[in-house]
């Protein structure tokens, strides 16, 4: 298990941005999304990427829907997560609409798991991942959800990765705030609004 003080931390950090982000409220937040999907979808790595990995916005999160219906547009492919039960895994399973989603027990909307539509992270394809977080600093560290899904997959993906922060998200550097562990990789891109 983890340091208790660093644990306890994460959990102040977490509330305080939930909080930020929920005090910013819906029409400031899709104000932002837009801008930060100008911006991502303008990135030459966006232009570079031939397949799409992103996370499927759930609630307040940073949407990206419309960055879906965009790599869709250009001819990407685009594969979605599902979360492995009983593990911090994720496979990629490609999608063409959101109509083919399932609810998880979480309410998150995930593609079904089809080994026909799997979609393998050592393809040798130029491979663009949306990494979700509650804050990223300005080195591209995280604080996630808690669940270590991402940083399971950042581990072992060689493609690029980007997060998508809100500005008021944004957080100067997790590292002196003593919650960035070894284990703990950064987004090597972080689009804000």
Sequence with gaps: ?????????????????????KDMGEEARAAADALIEERLCALPEFEWAEVLLPYLDFGPEVRTRG????????GK???????????????????TSFDALVRSRLGVEEPVPD????????TGERMLALVPGLTFD???????????????????????????????????????EGIIDAHDLPAQLVVTD
């Design 1 to 21: 298990m983890g340091n208790v003080n660093v644990d306890a931390r994460k959990r102040e950090l977490r509330k305080r941005f939930r909080a930020i982000r």
């Design 67 to 74: 960055i879906i219906e965009r790599a869709w547009d250009a």
């Design 77 to 95: 492919t685009v594969a979605l997560p599902w979360c492995v039960p009983g593990t911090h895994e994720m496979r990629w399973y490609k999608v």
């Design 115 to 122: 080994e026909a539509s799997e979609q393998l992270l050592d």
């Design 138 to 176: 300005l080195a591209g560290y995280r604080l996630g959800y808690g669940g270590g899904f991402y940083d399971t997959f950042l581990a072992r993906f060689g493609g690029v990765s980007v997060g998508l922060c809100r500005r008021a998200q944004l957080s100067r550097d997790l590292r002196a």
